[in-house]
């Protein structure tokens, strides 16, 4: 028989297999799922792995990495502060859309201007509108003792009706006939967020993203509010002696993680997506969650994981367009990785035991 036992420390070792272990699980039981579509299940794994960086079309495919991995690690970075401290922020999908209000209607209001301070001030109206709406569960945990998770959660729902608002509404295209969605922000030079490097992937979004990795390095490692998050989330009774401030740590965590949210969001709609539309968001602020526990939660680890995660979403695109795999099959797939390694990592904590049946 089978039994679980609490291991006196946990296991080092664990801690950083287990994103490999948990990778190659989901790579398994998802082949096994594409096997079940009808679908050859080591094409599947090899055209969602393999085709984006070493096949025919790579040499577009690759920059697509960056595109796509720059918000998931912006986002999944300001999460991961919070999931430290003990502090849930699972709203970051409202925070990353509302963000995305605030950047392109901030640039629309200057339209037809051109003048350079207008991206920047998309930028800091990006970053508040992420924080504003953070700040909502953070004030009600602070005040009257909320849950966070609920009430961020809940704010998506609120934060997709109000796009749908500003699709149809405010924000809507004068001059497009009668269709939802705002101008195309491509077509406006200066609220156009341009690669740095041509045909590279890198813009500003990205770039954005890296400095994040480097800054939540470095307060994490050599600050004393970085201590401070890493001390309430492994010791909090240590916590509560120290000269840690349990209100001051709420507003910082969901504060920061709504404000690179918003970041992302301004990102994402002022370049790759173009535009405010119905269908704007994709789910970014879920799968960073993914990003952040697959990282184990350190800002390098978050970096490659979000490149990893990226590469599902090219290499699931590719395999929906060449294999006609649904694109539900996909979603799925990359949500396996969430519960295999939420599950692999048990093993940190606690250790398989054989244990011998006694007779009767």
């Not at 679980?4 to 946990?10: C, I």
Request: charged share 10%; proline share 5%; hydrophobic share 55%.
């Amino acid at each position: 028989m089978l039994k679980l036992e609490k291991r006196p420390q946990p296991s080092k070792a664990y801690a950083y297999t287990t994103p490999f272990l948990a990778v190659l699980a989901t790579m398994f039981f998802g082949g096994l799922l594409f096997m079940a579509l009808g679908k050859n299940p080591i094409e599947a794994i090899l055209t969602i792995f393999w085709e984006p960086l070493f096949g025919e079309f790579a040499f577009y495919y690759r920059p697509q990495l960056l595109v796509k991995g720059g918000p998931l690690i912006l986002i999944a970075i300001g999460l991961s502060l919070g999931f430290k401290a003990g502090i849930w922020n699972i709203g970051a999908e409202g925070q990353y859309i509302v963000g995305a209000i605030c950047g392109a209607g901030a640039g629309l209001a200057f339209y037809p201007m051109e003048a350079w301070f207008i991206f920047p001030i998309m930028i800091l109206a990006g970053a508040f509108g992420g924080w504003v709406w953070a700040m909502i569960p953070a004030l009600l945990k602070v005040k009257f003792q909320t849950n966070e998770i609920l009430v961020s959660l809940m704010l998506v729902y609120v934060a997709e009706q109000l796009l749908a608002s500003m699709s149809l509404g405010l924000l809507k295209n004068p001059e497009g006939h009668g269709f939802p969605g705002s101008r195309n922000l491509k077509d406006y030079p200066s609220a156009f967020n341009e690669e740095i490097i041509t045909g590279s992937g890198m813009h500003w979004g990205v770039l954005a993203a890296f400095i994040a990795v480097i800054f939540a390095y470095v307060l994490l490692n050599r600050h004393m509010l970085g201590y401070s998050i890493r001390l309430t989330g492994e010791a909090p009774r240590a916590a509560k002696f120290s000269s840690v401030n349990p209100a001051r740590l709420i507003l910082f965590c969901l504060g920061t993680s709504g404000a690179l949210a918003g970041l992302a969001g301004m990102f994402e709609v002022s370049g790759p997506a173009g535009q405010i539309s119905i269908d704007f968001n994709v789910g970014y602020g879920f799968t960073a969650i993914i990003v952040a526990f697959l990282g184990r939660l350190h800002p390098v680890g978050i970096l490659f994981a979000g490149l990893l995660m990226a590469l599902t979403y090219i290499g699931g695109e590719i395999a929906q367009s060449n294999l006609g795999l649904p694109g539900a099959a996909i979603q799925l797939f990359q949500g396996m990785l969430l519960f295999f390694l939420l599950a692999v990592d048990l093993l940190t904590n606690y250790r398989i035991k054989l244990v011998r049946k006694e007779a009767a």
